[in-house]
């Protein structure tokens, strides 16, 4: 697995998983055209017959015949990472604040003025990295919304009346209804690939969406399931065309949009925060970032 920078962590926050896209019979053009498109972009993506996908896969009812393989995925440790960016975070010299509501911003000769709910705060630029809520953010500073809109997705950790390898590839359907994946031996998650309009909220599971996963599951494999263990969700959050916001607001000096990274966010974070500090007058990000040109994404298209 890739390791981080030393100073950032002395760990890799990688392990492997591989991926399987599976689809009904009815449903092979689909892998067909997923397989083309990937393999087109340097993505290491095979075809796989039936009997390939039974070894992945055991237990999947006859239906399910048409199938690629993903080698290169990875499962990532969100939280040790998270904790990770924290702490270098803090040996910066950023302050974190937690429980501390945005209630106002306005524009000074020299920066901003802000209130929160633990006091006034004065800053040369706000990052706007509110996620669901960027658009509330963007209003409290003067700036135009650019349409972000929260979804609910759920998730739910399900044991199994039999035994499934913990190394189970994470398995999605082609026409996106599910995917679940091995979470310890006998034990998946599994989600019914919701997309629920939702305001800024903290999200909670619907029982609705946990019985529909649930059904939908077995309509694929013949795996019995013995519990629910855990149920939750979180929101994903989209600009109007699914791509992310980021870089200076076209109409409001010092303000800057970091929104709309859907189910990525952790994945694109460097990337994106990378280009951000080159358009704040950092030197520029080296190796792929560096060649990302991020005016597709800059918040001005929505202007």
Same mark, same amino acid.
């Given at each position: 697995?890739?390791?981080?920078?030393?100073?950032?962590?002395? #760990?890799?926050?990688?392990?492997?998983?591989?991926?399987?896209?599976?689809?009904?019979?009815?449903?092979?053009?689909?892998?067909?055209?997923?397989?083309?498109?990937?393999?087109?972009?340097?993505?290491?993506?095979?075809?796989?017959?039936?009997?390939?996908?039974?070894?992945?896969?055991?237990?999947?009812?006859?239906?399910?015949?048409?199938?690629?393989?993903?080698?290169?995925?990875?499962?990532?440790?969100?939280?040790?990472?998270?904790?990770?960016?924290? #702490?270098?975070?803090?040996?910066?010299?950023? %302050? %974190?604040?937690?429980?501390?509501?945005?209630?106002?911003?306005?524009?000074?000769?020299?920066?901003?003025?802000?209130?929160?709910?633990?006091?006034?705060?004065?800053?040369?630029?706000?990052?706007?990295?509110?996620?669901?809520?960027?658009?509330?953010?963007?209003?409290?500073?003067?700036?135009?919304?650019?349409?972000?809109?929260?979804?609910?997705?759920?998730?739910?950790?399900?044991?199994?009346?039999?035994?499934?390898?913990?190394?189970?590839?994470?398995?999605?359907?082609?026409?996106?209804?599910?995917?679940?994946?091995?979470?310890?031996?006998?034990?998946?998650?599994?989600?019914?690939?919701?997309?629920?309009?939702?305001?800024?909220?903290?999200?909670?599971?619907?029982?609705?969406?946990?019985?529909?996963?649930?059904?939908?599951?077995?309509?694929?494999?013949?795996?019995?399931?013995?519990?629910?263990?855990?149920?939750?969700?979180?929101?994903?959050?989209?600009?109007?065309?699914? %791509?992310?916001?980021?870089?200076?607001?076209?109409?409001?000096?010092?303000?800057?949009?970091?929104?709309?990274?859907?189910?990525?966010?952790?994945?694109?974070?460097?990337?994106?925060?990378?280009?951000?500090?080159?358009?704040?007058?950092?030197?520029?990000?080296?190796?792929?970032?560096?060649?990302?040109?991020?005016?597709?994404?800059?918040?001005?298209?929505?202007?």
């Amino acid at each position: 697995m890739p390791s981080p920078d030393p100073d950032f962590s002395d #760990r890799s926050f990688l392990s492997p998983r591989t991926a399987v896209m599976i689809g009904r019979r009815d449903e092979a053009a689909a892998v067909d055209r997923f397989v083309a498109e990937f393999a087109a972009q340097g993505v290491d993506v095979a075809r796989l017959s039936p009997a390939e996908l039974a070894r992945y896969v055991p237990g999947l009812k006859a239906d399910w015949s048409e199938a690629a393989h993903e080698s290169s995925c990875r499962d990532i440790d969100v939280g040790g990472l998270h904790a990770a960016y924290l #702490r270098a975070a803090k040996r910066a010299g950023a %302050l %974190l604040s937690v429980r501390s509501p945005f209630l106002s911003a306005r524009r000074t000769g020299d920066g901003w003025a802000v209130e929160t709910g633990k006091g006034a705060l004065r800053a040369a630029v706000i990052v706007n990295a509110a996620g669901a809520w960027a658009d509330d953010v963007a209003a409290l500073c003067g700036a135009a919304p650019v349409g972000i809109r929260p979804y609910r997705r759920t998730l739910a950790q399900v044991r199994l009346g039999v035994p499934t390898p913990a190394a189970l590839p994470l398995v999605a359907h082609i026409g996106g209804d599910f995917y679940f994946k091995g979470e310890g031996e006998g034990r998946i998650w599994l989600s019914p690939h919701d997309e629920t309009p939702s305001d800024p909220c903290d999200a909670a599971p619907e029982e609705y969406d946990i019985a529909l996963a649930i059904d939908r599951f077995q309509s694929v494999v013949d795996w019995p399931i013995a519990a629910v263990e855990r149920k939750w969700a979180g929101l994903r959050s989209f600009a109007p065309d699914r %791509l992310p916001v980021f870089g200076a607001d076209p109409h409001v000096p010092g303000f800057v949009w970091c929104a709309g990274q859907g189910g990525f966010g952790i994945q694109t974070a460097p990337a994106i925060s990378g280009l951000l500090a080159w358009q704040l007058g950092a030197p520029p990000p080296g190796g792929a970032i560096g060649k990302v040109d991020p005016a597709p994404y800059a918040p001005s298209r929505f202007a």
